[in-house]
């Protein structure tokens, strides 16, 4: 738990708004060793910075970033255009935004790690793109350059990386066009006519220069690359840092495995590594990359006195006694206070404020007797003061920024004697939810909705509440700003922090966010009511559209302690004819209305997320007949459809180790494999001969797409299929039936081209591209300009049953309750139970 410095005597001026010590909200405490303190001791010295630019969570190069922040102790920042909200997810099955806030804060952990900072953009990951065009058709680019125009002009890097080169060799459109976005602000940043409405908050700002961080990838054949390479830059960043007691190597490999939704654990590495830059804008370095860059305290008016005294304390820094370079420090700041305001003024405040903290072993810390409360309501809190040496501290009072009063105690903190005390705070009536900023308003499919300048470019919210504490340190005024979290200790993990949260008073949660009703039948819809506060009464009722009607009309609500929960059905009729709407739960206490649901996102690698969500869900009539009921999962990297097919009447039974045998799986209408299974689940090269056998026997075996390369097993099918990285990424991109005859097509539902309207973000990826005869390709589809996709959909008659390999996407489609893939997949599921052959002519190997 980082925590952010002010000074007491002198008032910074609105320039400076981006933090550039960003705290890590709920985090167990930092407890810096004697190196750490001496090589941030170091970094005083420095004045150096570099914004390294890419468009997605996991695009950025760790080692880089490794080695400028720690070897040459730059203030190193990475610029990520999106929150990686359009991926798939290998741990659970969060999508769309829930995703990107996991991302967000694998992000945040990665930068812990490796010493950088963090920024976005308001851009949305819709998906996969495969030019930078098609990417501005959908961003807005104008928007996008504004929000890195702002984070250059508060960041004010020296020099700017990017991760991908402008063209086709970038691989993605997203990562094309933050290239070519990053040059465009790289100019714009210092030019007052653009985004002169910024120019009230910073001022305008240039890059000494920018450079693309490429490498052999980027050249046809190791030949070129060797060719060309000797005009690139080369920097070796596989050095060995003694005071962190690993190579850039091994930090960079610890912060690319906190990517852990994207399986990019990676090993560590040891020895020399070369990255290359070539060079893109502004001035050329020929063999330094801070080449006639000025990284000393002389670029600062009258600076040279402050990197003279911090100089003195570097050089007589006793790691045994660490606390002795407390007087230096505070002469150091005094000559700080004087220079005339700047960025580097006030960053270099706050990073000395921060050692003067650890060099003291301050130990500051705030926590609420629960994790979340509602406005109006009190809060518990323990506050914990240890000053852990022999400098003189004074703490001399506490101020909370949602409480008008503050605690005034002038108690001197003597070595090592703790100070703890318990207070009780009311939150303020109007305090505002917790909802991370960019979800706080509907935005588009491209961009998030931002209205407030300050907000663009941070990575999450500043926290709920916040303690200020008032100390003099040797007789020198000190302000520290401690976030509130809550604690608690587990028996198996020891101490577990989360962030400290407001929330609404009561949250009213759909079971579902799709509701699927078939053949104009009534379906029951489940309502879960929490409370936020205790003693909470009120009525439930669903808001619904025209035509549509529950049973009740609404029920009565009695909670009276906080947390304790009401389960309410309604019966919902739907109307005749098939049609799409839209059902929201409402909760009303008091007069007042409640429609936020309660969302929580837990795992262990990141601090627990909670987000508030309308309770509304997607209802949906549709005409959908099935063949067969019981179904198996076997779960792969995560997804949702088990509870999709649950609501069209499946009864789906999820498989564990155990279940894997013939006689069992012989039960069930068809065995369904989840979203990249044979890339995570390694027991099934051990389950596949049992799952073909189940097959050969007349069962209906259904596997969902796989990604090319890290497979448990070489061969996912009967018959040979190659997987490839052909995918169809325009979701309205037109379908071909090639099979019309085939019973997928036609049994029970018959399937035409009004059942690919509607699809979310992608029609399919990983398609195979070749395969052997005994498969009959379906589908037929492709993005503009390129050749047809046929691989997405195959069918192969095994035995006497029926193998699937899909990989049309219906891991997004049916959570998102596109009919016409409901009705795809209830065919895929009833094959063989009818009376038509599957026999149908098999597509020749490509």
């Given at each position: 738990?980082?925590?952010?410095?002010?000074?007491?005597?002198?008032?910074?001026?609105?320039?400076?708004?981006?933090?550039?010590?960003?705290?890590?909200?709920?985090?167990?405490?930092?407890?810096?060793?004697?190196?750490?303190?001496?090589?941030?001791?170091?970094?005083?010295?420095?004045?150096?910075?570099?914004?390294?630019?890419?468009?997605?969570?996991?695009?950025?190069?760790?080692?880089?970033?490794?080695?400028?922040?720690?070897?040459?102790?730059?203030?190193?920042?990475?610029?990520?255009?999106?929150?990686?909200?359009?991926?798939?997810?290998?741990?659970?099955?969060?999508?769309?935004?829930?995703?990107?806030?996991?991302?967000?804060?694998?992000?945040?952990?990665?930068?812990?790690?490796?010493?950088?900072?963090?920024?976005?953009?308001?851009?949305?990951?819709?998906?996969?793109?495969?030019?930078?065009?098609?990417?501005?058709?959908?961003?807005?680019?104008?928007?996008?350059?504004?929000?890195?125009?702002?984070?250059?002009?508060?960041?004010?890097?020296?020099?700017?990386?990017?991760?991908?080169?402008?063209?086709?060799r970038a691989g993605h459109g997203q990562h094309s066009?933050?290239?070519?976005?990053?040059?465009?602000?790289?100019?714009a940043a210092a030019d007052p006519k653009r985004f002169?409405?910024?120019?009230?908050?910073?001022?305008?700002?240039?890059?000494?220069?920018?450079?693309?961080?490429?490498?052999?990838?980027?050249?046809?054949?190791?030949?070129?690359?060797?060719?060309?390479?000797?005009?690139?830059?080369?920097?070796?960043?596989?050095?060995?840092?003694?005071?962190?007691?690993?190579?850039?190597?091994?930090?960079?490999?610890?912060?690319?495995?906190?990517?852990?939704?994207?399986?990019?654990?990676?090993?560590?590495?040891?020895?020399?590594?070369?990255?290359?830059?070539?060079?893109?804008?502004?001035?050329?370095?020929?063999?330094?990359?801070?080449?006639?860059?000025?990284?000393?305290?002389?670029?600062?008016?009258?600076?040279?006195?402050?990197?003279?005294?911090?100089?003195?304390?570097?050089?007589?820094?006793?790691?045994?006694?660490?606390?002795?370079?407390?007087?230096?420090?505070?002469?150091?700041?005094?000559?700080?206070?004087?220079?005339?305001?700047?960025?580097?003024?006030?960053?270099?405040?706050?990073?000395?404020?921060?050692?003067?903290?650890?060099?003291?072993?301050?130990?500051?810390?705030?926590?609420?007797?629960?994790?979340?409360?509602?406005?109006?309501?009190?809060?518990?809190?323990?506050?914990?003061?240890?000053?852990?040496?022999?400098?003189?501290?004074?703490?001399?009072?506490?101020?909370?920024?949602?409480?008008?009063?503050?605690?005034?105690?002038?108690?001197?903190?003597?070595?090592?004697?703790?100070?703890?005390?318990?207070?009780?705070?009311?939150?303020?009536?109007?305090?505002?939810?917790?909802?991370?900023?960019?979800?706080?308003?509907?935005?588009?499919?491209?961009?998030?909705?931002?209205?407030?300048?300050?907000?663009?470019?941070?990575?999450?919210?500043?926290?709920?509440?916040?303690?200020?504490?008032?100390?003099?340190?040797?007789?020198?005024?000190?302000?520290?700003?401690?976030?509130?979290?809550?604690?608690?200790?587990?028996?198996?993990?020891?101490?577990?922090?989360?962030?400290?949260?407001?929330?609404?008073?009561?949250?009213?949660?759909?079971?579902?966010?799709?509701?699927?009703?078939?053949?104009?039948?009534?379906?029951?819809?489940?309502?879960?009511?929490?409370?936020?506060?205790?003693?909470?009464?009120?009525?439930?009722?669903?808001?619904?559209?025209?035509?549509?009607?529950?049973?009740?009309?609404?029920?009565?609500?009695?909670?009276?302690?906080?947390?304790?929960?009401?389960?309410?059905?309604?019966?919902?009729?739907?109307?005749?004819?098939?049609?799409?709407?839209?059902?929201?739960?409402?909760?009303?206490?008091?007069?007042?209305?409640?429609?936020?649901?309660?969302?929580?996102?837990?795992?262990?690698?990141?601090?627990?997320?909670?987000?508030?969500p309308e309770a509304v869900a997607r209802v949906v009539?549709?005409?959908?007949?099935?063949?067969?009921?019981?179904?198996?999962?076997?779960?792969?990297?995560?997804?949702?459809?088990?509870?999709?097919?649950?609501?069209?009447?499946?009864?789906?039974?999820?498989?564990?180790?155990?279940?894997?045998?013939?006689?069992?799986?012989?039960?069930?209408?068809?065995?369904?494999?989840?979203?990249?299974?044979?890339?995570?689940?390694?027991?099934?090269?051990?389950?596949?001969?049992?799952?073909?056998?189940?097959?050969?026997?007349?069962?209906?075996?259904?596997?969902?797409?796989?990604?090319?390369?890290?497979?448990?097993?070489?061969?996912?099918?009967?018959?040979?299929?190659?997987?490839?990285?052909?995918?169809?990424?325009?979701?309205?991109?037109?379908?071909?039936?090639?099979?019309?005859?085939?019973?997928?097509?036609?049994?029970?539902?018959?399937?035409?081209?009004?059942?690919?309207?509607?699809?979310?973000?992608?029609?399919?990826?990983?398609?195979?591209?070749?395969?052997?005869?005994?498969?009959?390709?379906?589908?037929?589809?492709?993005?503009?300009?390129?050749?047809?996709?046929?691989?997405?959909?195959?069918?192969?008659?095994?035995?006497?049953?029926?193998?699937?390999?899909?990989?049309?996407?219906?891991?997004?489609?049916?959570?998102?309750?596109?009919?016409?893939?409901?009705?795809?997949?209830?065919?895929?599921?009833?094959?063989?139970?009818?009376?038509?052959?599957?026999?149908?002519?098999?597509?020749?190997?490509?």
């Amino acid at each position: 738990m980082k925590m952010r410095h002010s000074l007491v005597r002198s008032l910074l001026p609105v320039l400076f708004l981006l933090p550039l010590l960003q705290p890590l909200l709920a985090q167990a405490p930092e407890k810096p060793s004697a190196a750490k303190v001496l090589q941030d001791l170091q970094k005083l010295n420095v004045l150096g910075s570099v914004l390294y630019v890419a468009a997605h969570p996991d695009d950025e190069n760790t080692r880089l970033i490794a080695h400028l922040a720690n070897e040459k102790l730059y203030n190193t920042a990475y610029l990520s255009i999106t929150r990686g909200d359009g991926g798939q997810n290998l741990i659970g099955p969060e999508i769309s935004e829930n995703l990107g806030i996991i991302r967000t804060q694998e992000l945040l952990q990665a930068r812990r790690i490796d010493g950088g900072q963090q920024f976005f953009t308001r851009a949305n990951d819709f998906g996969y793109s495969k030019t930078p065009e098609e990417t501005f058709t959908i961003w807005n680019r104008e928007q996008v350059l504004a929000d890195m125009v702002w984070v250059i002009r508060n960041f004010r890097p020296d020099v700017m990386i990017t991760r991908f080169p402008p063209d086709e060799r970038a691989g993605h459109g997203q990562h094309s066009a933050s290239a070519i976005l990053a040059e465009e602000a790289f100019k714009a940043a210092a030019d007052p006519k653009r985004f002169p409405e910024q120019l009230r908050h910073v001022e305008v700002w240039q890059p000494k220069r920018l450079l693309w961080n490429t490498g052999v990838w980027s050249f046809k054949s190791q030949e070129e690359f060797e060719k060309y390479g000797k005009e690139l830059l080369k920097i070796d960043v596989g050095g060995y840092n003694p005071l962190l007691g690993e190579s850039y190597g091994e930090v960079a490999a610890r912060s690319r495995s906190m990517h852990k939704s994207q399986g990019f654990g990676a090993g560590g590495a040891r020895g020399t590594s070369i990255e290359y830059l070539q060079h893109t804008a502004g001035e050329k370095a020929q063999q330094e990359l801070f080449e006639s860059i000025n990284t000393t305290w002389s670029r600062v008016k009258g600076g040279e006195k402050v990197q003279q005294l911090l100089r003195k304390a570097i050089d007589t820094y006793n790691p045994t006694r660490p606390a002795d370079v407390v007087p230096a420090l505070l002469a150091a700041r005094k000559a700080l206070q004087q220079l005339p305001d700047s960025p580097w003024k006030h960053t270099k405040t706050l990073e000395l404020e921060q050692v003067l903290q650890q060099a003291m072993g301050l130990y500051l810390e705030v926590t609420a007797n629960d994790y979340a409360a509602a406005p109006g309501q009190p809060v518990q809190l323990q506050v914990e003061a240890i000053n852990r040496s022999e400098v003189p501290v004074t703490l001399q009072r506490v101020k909370y920024d949602f409480a008008s009063s503050d605690t005034t105690l002038n108690i001197s903190l003597k070595n090592n004697e703790p100070l703890k005390y318990g207070t009780r705070k009311t939150l303020p009536q109007g305090m505002a939810y917790t909802q991370p900023y960019w979800l706080r308003e509907k935005g588009t499919l491209g961009m998030f909705a931002v209205q407030e300048q300050q907000l663009v470019g941070k990575p999450e919210n500043e926290p709920a509440a916040q303690a200020t504490f008032t100390l003099q340190v040797a007789g020198e005024p000190l302000q520290v700003q401690v976030p509130v979290v809550y604690k608690r200790t587990d028996p198996v993990d020891g101490e577990v922090y989360r962030p400290f949260v407001v929330t609404p008073p009561v949250f009213v949660n759909l079971r579902e966010q799709v509701l699927m009703f078939a053949n104009g039948e009534p379906k029951q819809v489940q309502v879960l009511v929490k409370s936020g506060k205790e003693s909470i009464k009120g009525d439930l009722k669903l808001d619904l559209p025209k035509g549509w009607r529950s049973e009740p009309a609404s029920v009565p609500f009695n909670l009276e302690t906080k947390g304790a929960e009401q389960s309410i059905n309604f019966m919902v009729y739907p109307p005749k004819k098939q049609e799409e709407a839209q059902l929201k739960a409402v909760a009303t206490v008091e007069g007042k209305a409640y429609t936020l649901g309660l969302n929580e996102i837990n795992y262990k690698h990141i601090p627990a997320q909670v987000t508030f969500p309308e309770a509304v869900a997607r209802v949906v009539k549709l005409d959908l007949q099935k063949q067969g009921d019981k179904v198996a999962y076997l779960m792969g990297a995560g997804d949702d459809i088990p509870a999709s097919l649950q609501q069209i009447g499946y009864n789906v039974t999820l498989l564990k180790d155990g279940d894997i045998r013939l006689n069992y799986l012989q039960q069930f209408d068809a065995v369904i494999l989840g979203v990249r299974a044979y890339n995570t689940v390694d027991r099934l090269r051990h389950y596949q001969p049992t799952l073909l056998e189940y097959v050969k026997q007349g069962g209906n075996l259904i596997v969902q797409y796989n990604t090319s390369h890290a497979l448990v097993m070489p061969n996912v099918g009967p018959y040979p299929l190659q997987l490839s990285r052909e995918r169809v990424a325009v979701e309205d991109a037109a379908v071909r039936l090639l099979a019309p005859n085939h019973p997928v097509l036609n049994s029970p539902n018959k399937i035409t081209q009004k059942d690919f309207e509607g699809w979310v973000q992608e029609r399919g990826l990983y398609f195979p591209n070749e395969w052997s005869k005994e498969y009959t390709a379906i589908l037929s589809s492709n993005d503009p300009g390129e050749p047809a996709r046929d691989g997405g959909l195959l069918v192969a008659k095994y035995g006497e049953g029926h193998y699937v390999y899909t990989g049309y996407s219906f891991f997004r489609e049916l959570p998102a309750g596109v009919a016409g893939a409901y009705r795809l997949f209830a065919n895929l599921i009833s094959l063989g139970k009818n009376n038509r052959s599957g026999n149908a002519a098999g597509s020749s190997i490509k």
